[in-house]
């Protein structure tokens, strides 16, 4: 998986991270780049199932710990029990993107893009780890001058500074 990025986006609920990773995806898509992504559903119930009355969904129903269908070009998985973080990433690895897109997980150790609304979301989310780039809305300025700090209203350095993390030319952070 060394060839694959891994490229976490985390900010507080509603801040745009999942308008900025369906963005992305559309862009890279655009310039022949391949993205999975890996979500965390932290709304604390479980996630819905495909129709009760498909094959696999009876399978899983039935107590099955996994059931796959495939076909078609596509592949849907039903799974019991929460894999690790290193696990959804080698699963979402299984399609050979060039980047996996982590929405969510703010503790993991991943290079992170984070989004930031006002100051006082950057005072929380100033302490995590491996910061790469900071997105903020127009009315926040970031005081440490040691890391990339971009306007999620300029779509188009954005998209220029995803590309550069994809072929390894972007900044790291400090």
Do not use: C
Not at 14 to 22: A, F, N, Q
Not at 41 to 63: K, W, Y
Not at 131 to 157: G, K, M
Request: aromatic share 6%; proline share 4%.
């Amino acid at each position: 998986m060394d060839a694959i990025k891994v490229l976490q986006v985390v900010g507080y609920k509603d801040s745009g991270k999942t308008t900025l990773i369906e963005k992305w995806i559309e862009g890279l898509s655009k310039a022949n780049y391949l993205a999975s992504v890996v979500k965390h559903h932290g709304h604390g119930s479980p996630l819905a199932l495909p129709p009760a009355n498909t094959d696999s969904t009876r399978h899983f129903h039935a107590g099955a710990l996994s059931s796959i269908a495939a076909g078609g070009g596509s592949m849907v998985l039903q799974m019991r029990g929460e894999p690790t973080f290193t696990r959804l990433l080698q699963l979402a690895s299984l399609s050979e993107p060039d980047i996996i897109f982590v929405e969510g997980y703010k503790q993991e150790d991943e290079p992170k893009v984070v989004i930031v609304r006002w100051l006082e979301e950057w005072d929380t989310l100033r302490k995590l780890d491996n910061i790469q780039l900071v997105l903020t809305y127009d009315q926040v300025e970031i005081p440490e001058r040691h890391i990339q700090v971009i306007l999620l209203n300029d779509e188009a350095s954005i998209q220029e500074w995803i590309i550069a993390y994809i072929k390894g030319e972007a900044d790291e952070a400090v």
